[in-house]
């Protein structure tokens, strides 16, 4: 069932020259030696962790997520270890509005004045001297989109477009209301929200960015920390003759055009297996049965 889609299609983020390909990579987990569950610190294999970079540029991914909270400063320094001087069709985006604790908590950093230096981070460790996308993370609420504006950060943000030090700028965790003040202030490429098969508030938002050309990213697409678990989705794979996880990727990208997957490993083997669901080809009746896996969970 498996099938040669060319790492799943590619899209052009809206007013820019920047095309990637659908599947792309996050490299949150890199950092820490827990398998990213606190993103916090080294990870227990520097040399694998650069590998698995390598490989995956090698493999065609071309779209990079990242962010200088992760580790910190770890994610983005092997990144640039791994990787520069990079690839010229290279898309890397970074995120920005947090900052770590002494025990590896999240603090919002959300002042114009903590973006502008979170920016100025992430320049210096990924060794660059312009961002091509920034995602302004709202952090009214850590876990989930929450109503607030977000005028003040975005300014700031287009201010250092203007300057030259970043190209395009995104939002995550934000609310259609907050999407729309942004792009009142500065052209808006990306939203990078939690989206995944079972977690599906955002299907109309999929939808009318999907409408406005604007990409989707779900993060998280295979349940975060806790892995995504259904009967239904293993007897789907069982029938692909693929694995769960590849299935929960492939539904996504077959979800929408507009959708880029970035699932994130510090593996070779959970990369490749990744890199596989790009070709997988989910026939409509079984699409059909993995749509109702969000419809039994909202009843129960």
Sequence with gaps: MLQ????????????????????????????????????????????????????????????????????????N???RRALHPYPKDLVIVTKVSARRGEHGEWIP?????????????????????????VNLRSMYNVH???????????????????KGLIRHIGLSNATATQIGEAQSIAP?????????LAHRADDALVDD?????????????LGGFSPLQSSVLSQVAAEL???????????LLHRSPNILVIP??????????????AKLRIPAQLLAQLDSIHSHQKEN
């Design 4 to 75: 040669e889609l060319n790492l799943a299609g590619s899209f052009t983020l809206p007013g820019t020259s920047l095309t990637v390909g659908r599947m792309g990579y996050g490299a949150m987990q890199l950092a820490g030696r827990d398998g990213g569950k606190l993103v916090w610190g080294p990870p227990k294999d520097v040399e694998q962790a650069i590998a698995v970079l390598r490989e995956a540029v090698d493999s065609g991914i071309n779209h990079i997520d990242t962010s200088d909270f992760y580790g910190p400063h770890v994610t």
């Design 77 to 79: 320094q092997i990144i």
């Design 109 to 133: 950093a959300f002042t114009p004045q903590e973006l502008t230096a979170a920016v100025h981070d992430n320049l210096r460790n990924l060794g660059l001297d312009a961002l091509d996308v």
């Design 144 to 162: 989930a989109p929450a109503e607030g504006s977000l005028e003040p950060q975005v300014t700031a943000l287009a201010e250092l477009q203007q």
């Design 188 to 196: 808006i490429v990306c939203v990078q929200n939690q989206y995944n």
């Design 209 to 221: 960015l999907a409408a406005r050309g604007i990409a989707y990213v779900p993060f998280f697409p």
């Design 241 to 251: 003759n693929a694995a769960p996880m590849q299935v929960a990727l492939a539904w």
């Design 264 to 277: 994130g490993t510090s593996s070779l083997t959970h990369l490749r297996e990744n890199l596989q669901a």
